[in-house]
């Protein structure tokens, strides 16, 4: 708040009080002024009246200003009293305390009965200020009365109406001023204040003719005020009242005591007028108050009525509503009964309600469809007797017993059902508890069931697939080692032994290959028939792919009990085996190893059986052995050998060696066997003998052929510049080489990529590769053939379909079997069946080459049965590509690879007595 308006705050605090007493001492000066034939009492005291309204409007804030007021109406009193007035204190005193009783008293008293109500709200609080006034004004008289018998002497007036009209002045006082205070306070509005001014008009007329018959009788003419107040009282407003019944009784007293007959005011004349107009102007006031009361009750019966049809109207609105809302509530629940109906007969799901004794009581269609038993045949039968499988009965009545009787509100349960058919389904139930409108009522048990019997299957299926393999019945890897871990560790809690057996079929690719696909899977279905016939229930078979199977023996007798059990397979497998072309002889390789002895962990064992069946295939197949530490290192021995290989690949480690192939005629270097090497950085030279087993089984063998391909064709180029003569470089092809289909096609991109004339290549293939697919064996001949590279058969001799070979196949040369060449020297057999070999190759036209001669009867041997070309260690060793240079100059030097007098050179034994291809 701003300083202006604090500082005229401050100021109202302190003119207002200071009005106040203006007021009520302004008051006190009139109505001591006022003329009266007792003394020291006035005909009408005012400020009783004004502080009495004060006291009631402002309670506590009004007593300061009233006493101030009151005081210096006490000492004006005084200042203007007779001078034989001997004692002036006394008399200050008692008008100061006369004074004091009237307001005060009549507030207290009224206060105390009323309890804070307004006068002029309701009758009963006017009443009540009507005793307060008359109980404070006769208070107020006793200490005038008392004042008056000090100074009572002979012709004054009585003490008796000294009291009476000091009564009478407060009291008119309290009931002039006060009623009319209140009623302006209420209503401030002048426009309330003269509500119909013609009958204020026609109301001051009266009055005035009133005021006119005082001059005749004054006792009449008050009786005729009782009228006039009273239609005041009935018609004007609540404040318009209290000022025409204040004006009526100002004139009323003025009528009297100023210009009335001297006989009436004085004596009880003046008493029976005060009297008579102190009654006419209380009852004005209170007909006034009764009539406001009347009409504050009907404005608030009719206020209570209204809102009482309000409230009717409003609980009619909120009926009306109510049955609005029930009405489509029973449709709601009409069409949700429907819907429930509906949804009950019509949906897919089997649906079961059963009392406490799990009898039957409802059972829609599709539970209908389902057991094939009608409504009528299903109702009343135990549902558990009827339908429910033995051992799942206890379990089912379980759930539907902790649903009704507990606070479980529902559950599940999966159980096997039994239809009218025989037929089984898997249901899952979900158990509710369905509660009656009667609490008292036992609850019911509703079912709802969903038929998971395809689930079922179809996760029986999964768990199947998942587990075992489909082809044979077996347990698959996941299984297989699952087990084997129970297995491992039941066995080092218990002290006891376990084993794996890993197995493989010999040979079965060319089963595959000869016999079909579906022959070799009849085959597997029957081995895995068999394995389980030798085993025992506890024990698993897996098949982990292909061919390969392994067994786990669980709780076995050492190295003695899996032997035996190995020994009853082999024997077992190898039992003949009926195909559609006749009886076929299988054999496998079998590896074993024991747990915890050889290992401790599923991986461990595995790989240990593996390296023990490996060393069977080794050994010659169709045998047993058992796993040792030195497979271990042979093992790592490979595992390092393979890495390293890889590096030699990547790193350019490898190199090729080339070994000439002399013509005997003219000892002339015609050809060039490039032989593979490879300089390990820590072993020195390594012959392919050392890692072609590696790189075959790691799969390396293909890009070790390509990369000999490609070299040797572009150092064939090379060798061409260094020779004075064509020279023809030999490749040995690998029988996974030559099967690869895509042979002829990367022989075509290499050959055009080093540029080089395909008639100075020439492919070295092994007999034994091709004895078994002699068709397919023509058709990729012939398209190496078209490139223009020629063709050398390896090893002739030493398969069974030679002349069948030599017969159908494109070949350019033949080559002696290493193993007859050492031999026919000194077996006259062996030497026959070469010189055979030899006369049939020539009068087929094809050239003659024999590798690996190291010695002089070899040599004199082969020339004498005339084979065209030799090789080997007598004539020249491999050379690296960087000494073929230094070889071709020589040789034009005049030095001869070949011995010219072959019968007088001594025969003596190549030390080495191998071949070092």
Request: charge should be negative.
């Amino acid at each position: 708040m701003s300083a202006p308006f604090q500082s005229l705050d401050s100021w109202k605090a302190v003119l207002v009080p200071i009005l106040i007493a203006a007021v009520v001492a302004a008051l006190a000066g009139v109505s001591i002024q006022l003329p009266s034939r007792v003394n020291p009492a006035s005909i009408i005291w005012l400020p009783s009246g004004l502080a009495l309204a004060l006291l009631i409007l402002r309670g506590r804030e009004a007593v300061l200003p009233i006493l101030g007021g009151l005081f210096a109406a006490g000492l004006l009193y005084v200042y203007q009293a007779p001078a034989e007035t001997p004692d002036p204190l006394t008399t200050f005193l008692a008008v100061l305390l006369s004074y004091l009783i009237a307001p005060f008293a009549a507030y207290w008293v009224f206060r105390q009965a009323a309890s804070y109500r307004n006068p002029l709200s309701d009758y009963l609080g006017f009443l009540w200020f009507l005793g307060a006034v008359t109980l404070g004004s006769l208070g107020a008289a006793l200490p005038i009365t008392y004042l008056a018998s000090l100074y009572l002497t002979e012709g004054q007036t009585p003490l008796n109406e000294v009291l009476l009209f000091s009564w009478f002045a407060h009291s008119l006082g309290c009931l002039t001023v006060t009623p009319l205070i209140l009623s302006l306070v209420r209503e401030p509005m002048v426009s309330r204040l003269f509500l119909r001014p013609l009958e204020w008009i026609l109301w001051l007329g009266g009055l005035g003719f009133i005021l006119g018959m005082t001059q005749h009788n004054v006792m009449q003419a008050l009786f005729l005020l009782l009228p006039l107040m009273t239609w005041a009282a009935t018609r004007f407003s609540v404040s318009g009242s209290m000022l025409a019944i204040t004006t009526s009784t100002y004139a009323a007293l003025a009528c009297v005591f100023l210009r009335g007959d001297a006989d009436i005011s004085l004596g009880m004349g003046a008493l029976l007028s005060e009297t008579l107009i102190i009654t006419i102007t209380g009852t004005s006031c209170y007909v006034r108050v009764l009539l406001a009361d009347r009409e504050r009750v009907e404005n608030s019966l009719e206020t209570t009525v209204e809102e009482r049809t309000r409230e009717l109207q409003i609980t009619n609105f909120e009926l009306k509503d109510e049955i609005f809302i029930r009405e489509q509530a029973e449709k709601s629940f009409r069409r949700s009964s429907r819907h429930f109906r509906a949804l009950f007969e019509n949906t897919s799901n089997p649906i079961i309600v059963v009392d406490e004794k799990t009898l039957i009581r409802q059972w829609n269609s599709a539970a209908e469809a389902l057991f094939g038993y009608s409504r009528d045949e299903a109702l009343d039968r135990n549902l558990l007797d009827a339908f429910i499988p033995p051992e799942q009965r206890d379990e089912l009545a379980w759930k539907m017993t902790k649903v009704q009787n507990t606070g479980l509100t529902r559950d599940q349960i999966e159980t096997q059902v039994n239809s009218f058919d025989g037929t089984s389904h898997t249901l899952l139930w979900n158990i509710n508890r369905l509660q009656e409108e009667d609490d008292d009522a036992p609850a019911h048990i509703i079912l709802i069931g969903q038929d998971i019997s395809e689930i079922r299957e179809t996760q029986n299926q999964l768990h199947y697939l998942a587990h075992y393999d489909v082809l044979t019945n077996t347990a698959n890897r996941r299984l297989f080692e699952d087990r084997c871990r129970q297995a491992i560790t039941s066995s080092l809690r218990h002290g006891h032994y376990c084993a794996l057996i890993a197995l493989d079929v010999d040979h079965f690719k060319r089963i595959n290959d000869t016999l079909g696909h579906d022959a070799g899977d009849e085959l597997l279905q029957e081995l895995a028939r068999r394995l389980q016939h030798n085993v025992r229930q506890e024990d698993t078979i897996a098949r982990l792919g292909g061919d390969e199977f392994a067994i786990l023996l669980n709780q076995v007798n050492g190295a003695e009990g899996c032997e035996k059990v190995a020994r009853g397979i082999l024997a077992a497998i190898t039992e003949p085996v009926r195909v559609p072309s006749g009886e076929l002889i299988i054999t496998s390789s079998i590896g074993i190893t024991l747990a915890p002895v050889d290992g401790t962990t599923y991986e461990d064992l595995l790989k240990n059986a593996d390296m023990a069946m490996y060393r069977a295939k080794k050994a010659g197949r169709n045998n047993i052995q058992f796993f040792s530490h030195d497979m271990n290192t042979e093992m790592q021995r490979q595992m390092d050998l393979e890495r390293e290989l890889r590096e030699a690949i990547r790193s350019g480690q490898l190199d090729l060696h080339y070994q000439p192939i002399i013509n005997v005629r003219d000892g002339r270097v015609v050809a060039l066997e490039a032989l593979l090497r490879w300089n390990h950085p820590s072993r020195g030279l390594l012959t392919p003998q050392d890692f072609l087993d590696v790189a075959e089984q790691t799969g390396q063998l293909q890009q070790l052929g390509e990369w000999v391909c490609h070299n040797a064709c572009l150092q064939a180029r090379a060798i061409q510049a260094m020779s004075p003569a064509p020279v023809t470089v030999n490749i040995n092809l690998s029988s996974r080489q030559y099967n690869h289909p895509q042979l002829a096609t990367r022989l075509q991109r290499i050959i055009d990529e080093t540029n080089l004339d395909p008639h100075l290549l020439a492919l070295e293939i092994d007999e034994r590769v091709l004895s078994d697919r002699l068709d397919e064996t023509a058709r990729t001949l012939d398209r190496l053939k078209k490139l223009g590279i020629g063709l050398v058969l390896d090893r002739f001799g030493s398969g069974l379909s030679s002349l069948r070979l030599l017969r159908d196949l494109p070949f350019d040369q033949v080559k002696i079997d290493q193993d007859l060449l050492q031999q026919a020297p000194h077996e006259e057999n062996t030497a026959a069946i070469v010189h055979t070999l030899i006369n049939l190759a020539r009068q087929l036209s094809l050239t003659v080459a024999a590798a690996g001669v190291e010695t002089a009867d070899e040599d004199a041997f082969l020339r004498g049965a005339g084979c065209h070309l030799l090789q080997g260690h007598r004539f020249c060793p491999p050379l690296p590509s960087s000494g073929l240079g230094e070889l071709f100059d020589e040789v034009r030097k005049g030095r001869k690879l070949l011995p010219e007098d072959q019968f007088s050179l001594p025969l003596r034994q190549n030390p080495s007595g191998n071949n070092h291809r």
